[in-house]
């Protein structure tokens, strides 16, 4: 049970989803975790204790998981990710893979706990940074007409929805056949797989490729080369999925010089990003309780852990018990 000091919030877990992030980190992919720690940032659930003047026992809550100073020229400009000082629940400090959790006294007053209404379940509740994640990568793509998403796992099957929401054309490259029909269920033009076949039926049906890529699946050589195989020349890439740590990119400048190709990479949410999500969920507009596949009590953590590693399903997340 964690202890809290004055101003902290205890928080009971009701549910927790596992991230792609986690499951690197576990294989030790990335780097931006600082062990040991309880991993797990995409958490719902109610308040139990509270020492904190403006938080109520029984609040419906779940946590904006980057916690920083709230003062530097990052966090002003809501880009809280580049703050010198950022500690990441589930990463730098204990997050929500755990029957209870402390809320720091100083993420509160940074507005990092992020309360619902009590009708909100935690089956959408956890999807709220996530989808954050996905809006704040929305805002910063170039788009024009069509997007090739890369990978229909949660993510992917979120940046669908929002590119139907944005009136683009939405196709998806997805090896496993149960996710590119939750594809096509959420609403993208058509679903292919990633062999040589699939790619040429892709560009065919594009007219010869789309203007923007969202690559949201593990970036290794093969999703790069797929990447730039399907973008029209003066495309955009968003590189939005984690890269094994000793991935490069190798182009050749002159060839990207001609090509046109716009490369970026978006990473997690802004403040704002993440209201944005709490008035998709809390509003209706978006409903993400169908990406919820497989939960898993919290005694049977490493079947959770291996269900999703395996890609059962779409999304897998762990009861707080
Ligand atoms: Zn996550
Ligand atoms: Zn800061």
Known sequence: MPTLDTGDVLVKVDLCGICASDLAALNGDITDYSPPVVMGHELAGIVAES???NVTVGENVTVNPMLSCGNCDYCRADLDKYCS???????????????YLRMPKHGIDTGKLISVPDRI???????????GCCINAMRETIFDKSVAILGAGPIGLMFVKLANKAGLRAFVLEPLAHRRSAAIELGADAAFDSSPEQVEAFMDNT???????????????????????????GGCINFFGLA?????????????HYSGHRLMASWAFSRW???EARRMI????????????HRFPIEKAIE?????????????AMSGG
Do not use: C, M, W
Request: cysteine-free; glycine content about 10%.
């Open 51 to 53: 020492r904190h003047p």
């Open 244 to 256: 094994p740590s000793d991935q490069e990119l190798r182009i050749n400048l002159e060839h990207f």
């Open 207 to 233: 007219n010869g490729g789309v203007n923007t890529v969202i690559s949201a699946t593990v970036n290794n050589q093969r999703a790069i080369n797929l990447a730039f195989a399907v973008v029209r020349r």
């Open 121 to 131: 379940p935690a089956e959408e509740l956890i999807f709220l940074e996530p989808l």
């Open 85 to 99: 000082q950022i500690e990441g629940i589930g990463h730098d400090i204990d997050g929500g893979y755990a029957e």
């Open 282 to 293: 809390v509003d209706g507009t978006i409903d993400l309780k169908p990406l919820l596949t």
């Open 304 to 316: 959770g852990f291996e269900n999703a590693q395996q890609q059962r399903g779409v999304k897998s």
């Open 273 to 275: 990003s993440l209201r």
